[in-house]
């Protein structure tokens, strides 16, 4: 019976099909765990951008409102609108579908606040706006509290404004 014995003193000319599986499987495990960290990241940095975007969007509303409550005569809820009057008219703010939904970049839903002056054409001031409601005190102030989802999580501002006046408290 033969039996063949490699000589040692001959070298190695490359790797093994073995050597070479092993090492595209340990490749493949670290693209792998790799790949599942960068989708984590990506979705984390979208839903930064989201947070930011829903929480700009409620700022500028509550400030739109909260300056026309500064220099406003009275305010009124009437149904589903504020309606402040100033000395230059009335002013109505308002909730309403969002018509452009399908072409927003963000992943948000909610109402477009408008802003309307007297008879003249309705301005759009902020979206993704999911509730707006006013506790208004006659001659006093009104506190206006905005609100909008972030997926289940709902991100609030509330506002107290002096009517008339120039003092206003923050609440976040």
């Known amino acids: 019976m033969a039996v063949y014995h490699q000589p040692q003193n001959i070298a ?9 599986v ?8 670290l693209l792998l765990i790799l790949s599942e ?3 984590g990241l990506y979705q984390h940095k979208q839903l930064t951008i989201h947070e930011i975007e829903l929480r700009e969007n409620l700022v500028l509303a509550l400030d739109a409102i909260s300056n026309d409550l500064r220099i406003g005569l009275s305010a009124v809820k009437n149904g589903d609108s504020l309606q402040i009057t100033t000395a230059e008219g009335k002013i ?7 018509t452009m939904a399908s072409e927003h970049l963000f992943d948000l839903k909610g109402f477009v606040l408008y802003r309307r002056v007297d008879d003249s054409q309705p301005q759009p ?8 409601t006013e506790n208004i005190q006659p001659e006093k102030n009104a506190t206006i509290t905005i609100s ?14 002096a009517l008339g ?8």
């Open 165 to 172: 006046g120039n003092r206003y408290h923050l609440l976040y």
């Open 12 to 20: 190695r000319n490359g790797f093994t099909f073995i050597e070479l």
């Open 22 to 29: 092993a090492t595209l499987a340990s490749i493949g495990v």
């Open 92 to 98: 109505s703010y308002y909730l309403a579908k969002d």
């Open 148 to 161: 909008g989802y972030l997926g289940e999580e709902i991100i609030m501002y509330q506002r107290t404004i």
């Open 37 to 39: 960290l960068l989708i």
């Open 125 to 132: 001031i902020a979206n993704f706006i999911e509730q707006l």
